[in-house]
């Protein structure tokens, strides 16, 4: 059921042009290994589809500290306020989608 309103909302936003997508690219780079991997693993699995909504839950969680963002994408927690967003949950199930085994 949610699934198909977050499907419903990503399709309403904007895909994101060339250009943002290597700003994104370029504010995603993180510190810390474990964090690029997810990261990296993102992108190679849904850069064709993202959107500006997407793109806007990712910022919110590139501005955690490294290992903030780690305890989210390894589940070692989930998001508080102000990060407790529909865009930031459905970026960070795309996230562990695809890092989890990169991590492993």
């Known amino acids: 059921m949610g699934e198909t309103s977050t499907t419903a909302c990503a399709a309403a936003s904007p895909l994101l042009d060339e250009r943002a997508l290597s700003r994104l690219h370029w504010r995603c780079r993180r510190g810390l290994l474990e964090n ?56 960070l199930g795309m996230l562990r989608q695809g890092g989890s085994a990169a991590v492993q």
């Open 36 to 91: 690029d991997l997810f990261i990296e693993q993102f992108f190679t699995r849904f850069e064709p589809q993202l959107t500006q909504r997407h793109a806007d839950g990712l910022m919110a969680l590139m501005d955690l500290a490294d290992n903030d963002l780690l305890d989210l994408l390894l589940r070692r927690r989930e998001p508080q306020a102000p990060l407790d967003t529909p865009e930031v949950h459905e970026v």
